[in-house]
C-alpha cells in the first residue's frame, strides 16, 4: 500500500479501498510508524492520564491527546502536518471536504470491558472516524473484537476484526454505522480515535 503523501509519516492511510456495505468503511493494516506505536504503548501503560467514563452502552478508560503534555516522541502524533495529512487522506477516501475540527482521543478496555452496539450518530457533531488499534499482540481468546453490523441487531454481524496492533478503520458515521467492541477477556485494547467534520453541503448546489 502507498505510503501517505505528507510531511509527516507518524500516521500512514494511503489510498485504501472504502466499501460501500453495510456502511461506508476502510482498513488498512500497519497504518502507525513502528517506533511511534511503541513508544504509546510505554507511555499508555505507565504514565498516560487515563480517566474511567461511564455510558449507557460502554465504560472504559480515556482521555483527549489535545488536551495533555504529551512526550516528545509522541508529538508527532499533533502535529498539524500529521492530522492536515488524516483530514485529507480521508477527504480522498470518501471524497468528503472536512472542516479543520479533529478530535483525538485514546480509549482503554481491560478485562470484562465491552462497547455495546450503537452507530456514533449525534447532531451536529463529528460525520468521520478513524480508529487505530494498539495493544501487545492481543489473541482470539484475548477478545476485543470490533465488528461491524447489517443492523441494530447484534447478531445481525457483516465483519469482525481482530484487535491487530497498528490496523486502522475508518468509517461514515450515519444511521446504519452500527458497531460494537466485544469483551475484553484479557490484556488491554488501547484505541486512538480520530474524529473530522464533513463540511455542511449547500441546499442548492450549483
Excluded at 466499501?19 to 513502528?34: G, H, Q, T, Y
Excluded at 456514533?120 to 487505530?132: A, C, K, M, Y
Excluded at 484475548?142 to 486502522?168: C, E, Q, T, W, Y
Amino acid at each position: 500500500m502507498n505510503a501517505l503523501a505528507a510531511d509527516s509519516s507518524a500516521i500512514r492511510i494511503g489510498r485504501p479501498r472504502v466499501e460501500d456495505a453495510p456502511f461506508r468503511f476502510f482498513f488498512i493494516d500497519n497504518c502507525l510508524n513502528a517506533q511511534l506505536e511503541s513508544d504509546l504503548l510505554d507511555w499508555f501503560e505507565t504514565e498516560a492520564p487515563w480517566r474511567l467514563v461511564e455510558t449507557d452502552f460502554y465504560e472504559q478508560y480515556e482521555f483527549s491527546l489535545l488536551d495533555v503534555d504529551l512526550p516528545e516522541s509522541l508529538r508527532d502524533l499533533i502535529d498539524v502536518r500529521t492530522l492536515a495529512a488524516v483530514r485529507n487522506a480521508m477527504s480522498d477516501a470518501f471524497g468528503t471536504h472536512f472542516d479543520n475540527r479533529i478530535t483525538l482521543v485514546a480509549h482503554k478496555l481491560i478485562p470484562g470491558q465491552r462497547i455495546a452496539i450503537h452507530n456514533d450518530l449525534l447532531d451536529g457533531e463529528e460525520t468521520h472516524r478513524l480508529t487505530i488499534q494498539l495493544n501487545r499482540g492481543l489473541v482470539d481468546a484475548d477478545g476485543g473484537f470490533f465488528m461491524l453490523f447489517n443492523s441494530p441487531n447484534a447478531a445481525d454481524i457483516h465483519k469482525v476484526f481482530r484487535p491487530v496492533s497498528g490496523m486502522a478503520l475508518g468509517f461514515e458515521i450515519g444511521p446504519d454505522s452500527h458497531h460494537a467492541v466485544s469483551t475484553v477477556h484479557g490484556g488491554e485494547r488501547y484505541t486512538l480515535v480520530l474524529s473530522l467534520y464533513a463540511e455542511p453541503q449547500p441546499l442548492f448546489p450549483n
